[in-house]
């Protein structure tokens, strides 16, 4: 444990004791700024304990339940979190959340990967056709979330504001919304039978899979065992777990998550206003970066070891199963959670860095290779678009 935690991926873990001092907060009725803070910095370890688990386990059950297992529990922080802010009426600030980790996996994520994989590099390659794909399955999956907006707007109703905390939509952009995410999910499972079935030589060889071949199969980040002779595994802690341990591991970081999650968004409206930040500003950056910290710390990581590829895959990836699976899952479950059923209609700062996510994600992987100043230029972008949201926020 101790080699783990000096490990550069072991960080997260030397946060587990604020999961206990934010429980202890919330009991004591503390103030929320303390309590906001304290919960968000303990989901970070639940999340990398979560990952850390789910790796295992893949290592074990070959590509295919591999695979499944990635799917279910790559995006489970942010998931539970979302549902519990969905069970408080906090649309606006789900939606701001699944905006927030798609722009933050494209831009601060690819960005950082770029940057530290690429300086002292004059460049890097990474598998143009495999990155491509996944970038196209992106386009289609934003190209579904914005039509209820869009929609909104030819119905002459006009864009929720980014202060907007509850709305209630027409019945019809709310029955759109249900059977965007209803073709989402069937577009979802396609591409599981695709690449864990049909297709699935392409996907997982048995040789083990080729760094040049995709990692993530229309969005879904599936198994892989590149050869440990010329990869090193970030996960590595020397002996690997039983899969008693992966499974209690997993089940431990469930119910830390959740904890963690309940009392983040009992805390985010009272601590927003109190720190001066909007709720969508708070959901778009700050939700989405904590809930995927230890998912963003990986793709740095083998960046930094020159397996491009691999961080690409999560980046992106990671973005197309945001729209195309966890978007959807929230819209059917807000039919019992919530106040009442959540629509898909995005407000103007956050169609507009949608589209420009896509826009970027299909520029970057068309070129199959990337600098480090790529990467300054992705957290430029990102930078920039965080500043429009706070002032966004503040402004409206």
């Known amino acids: 444990m101790r080699r783990f935690l000096s490990s550069a991926d072991g960080w997260p873990y030397l946060l587990v004791p604020f999961i206990p001092i934010a429980v202890v907060l919330d009991i004591a009725g503390a103030g929320s700024v303390a309590i906001f803070v ?27 339940i591999g695979g499944l297992l990635n799917v279910t529990f790559g995006n489970a922080p942010e998931l539970i979190i979302a549902l519990f ?13 699944l905006v927030g980790s798609i722009l933050g996996n494209i831009l601060l994520v690819l960005g950082a990967a770029m940057f530290f994989g690429g300086w002292g ?5 990474f598998d143009r056709t495999a990155a491509t794909a996944q970038s196209s399955m992106l386009l289609l999956a934003i190209t579904a979330m914005v039509m209820p907006a869009i929609f909104e707007l030819v119905e002459g109703r006009g864009l929720p504001s980014p202060s907007s905390e509850l709305i209630n939509y027409d019945t019809t952009v709310e029955h759109l919304s249900y059977a965007v995410a209803v073709i989402l999910i069937l577009s979802y499972i396609g591409g599981l039978v695709f690449s864990l079935k049909t297709h699935r030589d392409l ?28 990869t090193v595994d970030p996960f590595d802690e020397g002996e690997p777990w039983s899969v008693r341990k992966a499974v209690g591991a997993l089940a431990l970081a469930g119910v830390a998550v959740g904890v963690m999650s309940e009392i983040l968004v009992g805390s985010i409206s009272e601590a927003a206003h109190s720190i001066g930040l909007s ?8 939700v ?8 963003h710390w990986v793709a740095v990581l083998v960046a930094r070891k020159d397996q491009m590829d691999l961080a690409v895959n999560i980046a992106i990836g990671s973005s197309a199963q945001i729209a195309l699976f966890v978007a959807p899952v929230l819209v059917l479950a807000s039919l019992v959670l919530g106040p009442h059923p959540l ?12 589209i420009l996510a896509v826009v970027i994600a299909n520029h970057v992987t068309n070129e199959g290779e990337s600098t480090w100043f790529e990467g300054v230029q992705l957290l430029a972008v990102y930078v920039v678009l965080g500043v429009s949201f706070y002032y966004a926020g503040v402004g409206t």
């Open 343 to 354: 629509a898909l209609v995005f407000n103007g700062f956050e169609l507009g860095g949608l």
């Open 85 to 97: 802010a969905l069970n408080k009426g906090l649309h606006e600030v789900v939606k701001a959340s």
């Open 288 to 295: 989405a970066i904590v809930g995927n910290a230890a998912e």
């Open 279 to 286: 709720e969508f500003f708070v959901g778009a950056i700050v």
């Open 38 to 64: 304290t919960s968000a910095l303990g989901v970070i370890p639940t999340a990398a304990l979560m990952g850390r688990a789910t790796e295992e386990l893949a290592a074990r059950s070959g590509p295919g």
């Open 121 to 125: 590099r004059d460049r890097q390659l």
């Open 203 to 230: 996907f997982n060889p048995d040789h083990g899979p080729d760094p040049s071949k995709p990692g993530v199969a229309a969005g879904l980040p599936l198994d892989t065992h590149p050869d440990p002779a010329t």
